[in-house]
T-cell receptor, first 111, second 113 residues
Framework: DAKTTQPTSMDCAEGRAANLPCNHS???????VYWYRQIHSQGPQYIIH???NNETNEMASLIITEDRKSSTLILPHATLRDTAVYYC????????????FGQGTELSVKP | EAGVAQSPRYKIIEKRQSVAFWCNPI?????LYWYQQILGQGPKLLIQ????????DSQLPKDRFSAERLKGVDSTLKIQPAKLEDSAVYLC???????????FGSGTRLTVV
Protein backbone atom coordinates (compact mmCIF):
# COMPACT_ATOMS: atom_id res chain seq x y z
CA ASP A 1 0.00 0.00 0.00
CA ALA A 2 1.31 3.40 -0.91
CA LYS A 3 2.01 5.50 2.17
CA THR A 4 1.71 9.24 2.52
CA THR A 5 3.74 11.77 4.47
CA GLN A 6 2.23 15.05 5.66
CA PRO A 7 3.40 17.78 8.03
CA THR A 8 1.93 17.38 11.49
CA SER A 9 0.55 20.89 11.69
CA MET A 10 0.27 24.16 9.77
CA ASP A 11 -1.06 27.63 10.40
CA CYS A 12 -2.75 29.90 7.89
CA ALA A 13 -4.09 33.44 8.12
CA GLU A 14 -7.79 33.87 7.46
CA GLY A 15 -8.44 34.91 3.85
CA ARG A 16 -5.12 33.64 2.61
CA ALA A 17 -4.55 30.49 0.59
CA ALA A 18 -3.74 27.35 2.55
CA ASN A 19 -1.35 25.00 0.76
CA LEU A 20 -1.17 21.54 2.29
CA PRO A 21 1.57 19.27 0.93
CA CYS A 22 1.60 15.49 0.75
CA ASN A 23 4.30 13.06 -0.33
CA HIS A 24 3.31 9.69 -1.82
CA SER A 25 6.50 8.54 -3.54
CA UNK A 26 5.47 4.88 -3.79
CA UNK A 27 2.12 5.51 -5.46
CA UNK A 28 1.18 3.11 -8.25
CA UNK A 29 -0.03 4.16 -11.67
CA UNK A 30 -3.67 3.32 -11.06
CA UNK A 31 -3.94 4.69 -7.52
CA UNK A 32 -5.86 7.87 -6.85
CA VAL A 33 -4.96 10.60 -4.38
CA TYR A 34 -7.83 11.52 -2.07
CA TRP A 35 -8.14 14.35 0.39
CA TYR A 36 -10.46 14.32 3.37
CA ARG A 37 -10.78 16.61 6.32
CA GLN A 38 -12.14 16.08 9.80
CA ILE A 39 -13.53 18.89 11.83
CA HIS A 40 -13.59 18.30 15.56
CA SER A 41 -16.23 15.77 16.68
CA GLN A 42 -17.39 15.05 13.14
CA GLY A 43 -16.74 12.23 10.68
CA PRO A 44 -14.23 12.78 7.88
CA GLN A 45 -15.53 14.82 4.94
CA TYR A 46 -14.56 14.22 1.33
CA ILE A 47 -12.82 17.18 -0.32
CA ILE A 48 -11.38 16.17 -3.66
CA HIS A 49 -9.54 13.40 -5.48
CA UNK A 50 -7.40 13.01 -8.60
CA UNK A 51 -5.30 10.62 -10.60
CA UNK A 52 -2.91 12.59 -12.82
CA ASN A 53 -4.42 15.91 -13.76
CA ASN A 54 -5.00 18.86 -11.51
CA GLU A 55 -8.53 19.03 -10.18
CA THR A 56 -10.71 21.83 -8.86
CA ASN A 57 -14.11 21.89 -7.20
CA GLU A 58 -16.07 24.29 -5.06
CA MET A 59 -14.04 23.42 -1.99
CA ALA A 60 -10.44 23.19 -3.14
CA SER A 61 -7.87 22.56 -5.83
CA LEU A 62 -5.59 19.55 -6.07
CA ILE A 63 -2.22 19.88 -7.74
CA ILE A 64 -0.44 16.59 -8.53
CA THR A 65 3.16 16.65 -9.70
CA GLU A 66 3.96 15.15 -13.07
CA ASP A 67 5.76 12.17 -11.50
CA ARG A 68 2.77 11.76 -9.13
CA LYS A 69 5.07 11.46 -6.14
CA SER A 70 3.56 14.41 -4.34
CA SER A 71 0.50 16.61 -4.33
CA THR A 72 -0.76 19.84 -2.79
CA LEU A 73 -4.24 20.65 -1.60
CA ILE A 74 -5.07 24.33 -1.97
CA LEU A 75 -7.83 26.08 -0.06
CA PRO A 76 -7.89 29.39 -1.97
CA HIS A 77 -9.38 31.62 0.73
CA ALA A 78 -9.16 29.91 4.09
CA THR A 79 -11.79 30.70 6.70
CA LEU A 80 -11.96 29.88 10.39
CA ARG A 81 -14.34 27.04 9.51
CA ASP A 82 -11.52 25.37 7.57
CA THR A 83 -9.69 24.61 10.81
CA ALA A 84 -9.51 20.81 10.79
CA VAL A 85 -7.25 17.80 10.33
CA TYR A 86 -6.58 17.19 6.64
CA TYR A 87 -5.80 13.69 5.44
CA CYS A 88 -4.05 12.82 2.21
CA UNK A 89 -4.82 9.24 1.24
CA UNK A 90 -3.88 6.97 -1.63
CA UNK A 91 -6.77 4.73 -2.57
CA UNK A 92 -5.77 1.09 -2.72
CA UNK A 93 -7.59 -2.00 -3.83
CA UNK A 94 -9.75 -2.79 -6.82
CA UNK A 95 -12.97 -3.86 -5.12
CA UNK A 96 -14.49 -0.84 -3.51
CA UNK A 97 -11.08 0.34 -2.37
CA UNK A 98 -10.21 1.12 1.19
CA UNK A 99 -9.10 4.41 2.67
CA UNK A 100 -6.04 4.04 4.90
CA PHE A 101 -5.65 7.14 7.05
CA GLY A 102 -2.37 8.48 8.36
CA GLN A 103 -1.94 11.14 11.02
CA GLY A 104 -2.94 14.01 8.76
CA THR A 105 -2.10 17.70 8.98
CA GLU A 106 -3.78 19.80 11.63
CA LEU A 107 -4.55 23.11 9.94
CA SER A 108 -5.25 26.08 12.16
CA VAL A 109 -6.74 29.11 10.43
CA LYS A 110 -6.14 32.21 12.52
CA PRO A 111 -7.88 35.60 12.38
CA GLU B 1 -29.53 12.54 -0.37
CA ALA B 2 -29.63 11.37 3.23
CA GLY B 3 -26.26 10.80 4.83
CA VAL B 4 -24.85 7.80 6.66
CA ALA B 5 -26.82 7.30 9.84
CA GLN B 6 -25.20 5.94 12.99
CA SER B 7 -26.55 5.23 16.44
CA PRO B 8 -26.15 5.67 19.29
CA ARG B 9 -24.21 8.92 19.25
CA TYR B 10 -22.61 8.23 22.62
CA LYS B 11 -22.23 5.15 24.78
CA ILE B 12 -20.63 4.58 28.16
CA ILE B 13 -20.15 1.02 29.39
CA GLU B 14 -18.12 -0.80 31.99
CA LYS B 15 -15.28 -3.06 30.93
CA ARG B 16 -16.30 -6.62 30.16
CA GLN B 17 -19.77 -5.49 29.09
CA SER B 18 -20.98 -5.82 25.52
CA VAL B 19 -22.04 -3.06 23.15
CA ALA B 20 -23.44 -2.78 19.64
CA PHE B 21 -23.34 0.02 17.11
CA TRP B 22 -25.65 0.43 14.16
CA CYS B 23 -25.05 1.96 10.75
CA ASN B 24 -27.41 2.68 7.87
CA PRO B 25 -25.47 3.62 4.72
CA ILE B 26 -26.61 5.82 1.88
CA UNK B 27 -29.17 4.05 -0.25
CA UNK B 28 -27.58 2.18 -3.11
CA UNK B 29 -24.07 2.21 -1.68
CA UNK B 30 -22.69 -1.29 -2.04
CA UNK B 31 -19.54 -0.82 0.02
CA LEU B 32 -19.62 -0.25 3.77
CA TYR B 33 -16.74 0.32 6.16
CA TRP B 34 -16.26 0.44 9.91
CA TYR B 35 -13.40 2.49 11.31
CA GLN B 36 -12.08 2.93 14.83
CA GLN B 37 -10.62 6.32 15.75
CA ILE B 38 -8.72 6.62 19.00
CA LEU B 39 -8.29 10.14 20.31
CA GLY B 40 -5.47 11.95 18.54
CA GLN B 41 -5.09 9.35 15.78
CA GLY B 42 -6.43 8.92 12.28
CA PRO B 43 -9.26 6.47 11.67
CA LYS B 44 -8.23 2.82 11.46
CA LEU B 45 -10.12 0.49 9.16
CA LEU B 46 -11.69 -2.44 10.97
CA ILE B 47 -13.79 -4.14 8.31
CA GLN B 48 -15.01 -3.62 4.75
CA UNK B 49 -18.20 -5.08 3.28
CA UNK B 50 -19.16 -5.34 -0.36
CA UNK B 51 -22.94 -5.83 -0.35
CA UNK B 52 -23.38 -8.45 2.39
CA UNK B 53 -19.97 -10.08 2.00
CA UNK B 54 -16.78 -9.30 3.92
CA UNK B 55 -13.98 -8.00 1.70
CA UNK B 56 -11.39 -7.28 4.37
CA ASP B 57 -11.49 -7.91 8.12
CA SER B 58 -7.78 -8.30 8.66
CA GLN B 59 -7.65 -5.50 11.26
CA LEU B 60 -10.71 -6.61 13.19
CA PRO B 61 -9.89 -8.11 16.62
CA LYS B 62 -12.04 -11.13 16.06
CA ASP B 63 -11.75 -12.45 19.60
CA ARG B 64 -13.99 -9.62 20.77
CA PHE B 65 -15.27 -7.72 17.75
CA SER B 66 -17.85 -8.92 15.26
CA ALA B 67 -19.72 -7.25 12.43
CA GLU B 68 -22.48 -8.18 10.07
CA ARG B 69 -24.34 -6.66 7.17
CA LEU B 70 -27.43 -8.70 6.64
CA LYS B 71 -29.27 -8.13 3.36
CA GLY B 72 -26.45 -5.87 2.20
CA VAL B 73 -27.94 -2.72 3.67
CA ASP B 74 -27.48 -1.69 7.30
CA SER B 75 -24.75 -3.07 9.51
CA THR B 76 -23.97 -3.68 13.16
CA LEU B 77 -20.62 -3.76 14.92
CA LYS B 78 -20.42 -5.53 18.26
CA ILE B 79 -17.80 -5.65 20.98
CA GLN B 80 -17.95 -8.39 23.58
CA PRO B 81 -16.38 -8.12 26.09
CA ALA B 82 -15.21 -4.51 25.95
CA LYS B 83 -11.80 -3.43 27.21
CA LEU B 84 -10.63 -0.01 28.33
CA GLU B 85 -8.57 0.37 25.16
CA ASP B 86 -11.71 0.07 23.05
CA SER B 87 -12.63 3.62 24.05
CA ALA B 88 -12.79 5.42 20.71
CA VAL B 89 -15.09 6.85 18.08
CA TYR B 90 -16.48 4.20 15.77
CA LEU B 91 -17.13 5.55 12.30
CA CYS B 92 -19.18 4.02 9.53
CA UNK B 93 -18.69 4.99 5.90
CA UNK B 94 -20.25 3.93 2.62
CA UNK B 95 -19.31 4.21 -1.02
CA UNK B 96 -21.06 3.57 -4.31
CA UNK B 97 -18.01 1.92 -5.87
CA UNK B 98 -14.25 2.09 -6.15
CA UNK B 99 -12.79 5.53 -6.71
CA UNK B 100 -15.95 7.32 -5.65
CA UNK B 101 -15.97 9.56 -2.64
CA UNK B 102 -16.79 7.91 0.64
CA UNK B 103 -19.39 9.39 2.95
CA PHE B 104 -18.85 9.06 6.67
CA GLY B 105 -21.37 9.12 9.46
CA SER B 106 -20.88 11.24 12.57
CA GLY B 107 -19.69 8.25 14.55
CA THR B 108 -20.44 6.66 17.91
CA ARG B 109 -18.25 7.77 20.78
CA LEU B 110 -17.63 4.81 23.09
CA THR B 111 -16.22 5.23 26.56
CA VAL B 112 -15.26 2.10 28.49
CA VAL B 113 -14.80 2.65 32.21
Amino acid sequence: DAKTTQPTSMDCAEGRAANLPCNHSTISGNEYVYWYRQIHSQGPQYIIHGLKNNETNEMASLIITEDRKSSTLILPHATLRDTAVYYCIVLVGNQGGKLIFGQGTELSVKP
Amino acid sequence: EAGVAQSPRYKIIEKRQSVAFWCNPISGHATLYWYQQILGQGPKLLIQFQNNGVVDDSQLPKDRFSAERLKGVDSTLKIQPAKLEDSAVYLCASSRAANYGYTFGSGTRLTVV
